[in-house]
C-alpha cells in the first residue's frame, strides 16, 4: 500500500488548509486511516483517525473543534480539514493505515505511511 499525502502549505493563523491523502496499491476502504504530525524538534503526535466506515472519529484535545476528518472509500482518499489554523498547528502531516482490526490514537496501531506534507501557520 502505498499513501501520499498532500494539500501543504503556508498559511496564516486563522486560516484553513485541506489535507488529502490518497492511497494505491492495496486495500484501504476496510481500515481506519489516521493523520499524525511532527513538529520540529518534536515527537510525531496523533492528530485525528477515522474508521473504516466513516462512522467512529477521533481527534486530539488540541484539534477539536478546528479539524474535520472525513473519507471517500470510493476514492480512496481521507481528508483532513483545518480550519482556524495557528502557529503551533505548523509541521510536518502523516497519513496512515491501521493494522487488520487496529484503531485508536496509537502509532503502533499503524503500518503504512505517506510521506507527509508540511503545513505552516505564520502569526
Known amino acids: 500500500v502505498q499513501l501520499q499525502a498532500y494539500g501543504g502549505g503556508l498559511v496564516q493563523a486563522g486560516g484553513s488548509l485541506r489535507l488529502s491523502c490518497a492511497a494505491s496499491?492495496?486495500?484501504?476502504?476496510?481500515?481506519?486511516v489516521g493523520w499524525f504530525r511532527q513538529a520540529p524538534g518534536k515527537e510525531r503526535e496523533f492528530v485525528a483517525a477515522i474508521t473504516w466506515s466513516g462512522s467512529s472519529t477521533y481527534y486530539a484535545n488540541s484539534v477539536k473543534g478546528r479539524f474535520t476528518i472525513s473519507r471517500d472509500n470510493a476514492k480512496n482518499t481521507v481528508d483532513l480539514q483545518m480550519n482556524s489554523l495557528k502557529p503551533e498547528d505548523t509541521a510536518v502531516y502523516y497519513c496512515?493505515?491501521?493494522?487488520?482490526?487496529?484503531?485508536?490514537?496509537?502509532?503502533?496501531?499503524?503500518?503504512?505511511w505517506g510521506q507527509g506534507t508540511l503545513v505552516t501557520v505564520s502569526s
Open positions: 496512515a493505515r491501521s493494522r487488520v482490526g487496529g484503531y485508536g490514537t496509537q502509532e503502533s496501531q499503524y503500518i503504512y
Open positions: 496499491g492495496g486495500t484501504f476502504s476496510i481500515y481506519t
